[in-house]
Nanobody, 120 residues
């Protein structure tokens, strides 16, 4: 069994910073691409950033130069450092990971989400 969970969300003022963490645990052989997604009220879930195991990152245009995704492959963790936060960044942020288990199964896993609220 594989678990994926996020932490680090909260309330922050515009212009502030937050660091989200994503932890994977369980019967993990390898983790390929990890990603952060977000869903604001009344909107569809959108991709924020992805990072391959080899270190190739991609970001949605709205967060470029403000958000940085990183990974600690030895600890099966991913991070999202968010700076210069704007009210429009308010959303539930979800971690996603493509994980292969020791049983040879590969599939996408999702965390339960962590709320980020940017407001004065």
């Amino acid at each position: 069994q594989v678990r994926l969970w996020e932490s680090g969300g909260g309330l922050v003022q515009p212009g502030g910073s937050l660091r989200l963490s994503c932890q994977a645990s369980g019967n993990i052989f390898t983790i390929d691409t990890m990603g952060w997604y977000r869903q604001a009220p009344g909107k569809q879930r959108e991709l924020v950033a992805t990072l391959t195991g080899g270190g190739s990152a991609q970001y949605v245009d709205s967060v470029k130069d403000r958000f940085v995704m990183s990974r600690d492959n030895a600890k099966n963790r991913a991070y999202l450092n968010m700076t210069s936060l704007k009210p429009e960044d308010t959303a539930v942020y979800y971690c996603n990971a493509k994980i292969t288990t020791w049983d040879g199964d590969e599939k996408d896993y999702w965390g339960q989400g962590t709320q980020v609220t940017v407001s004065s």
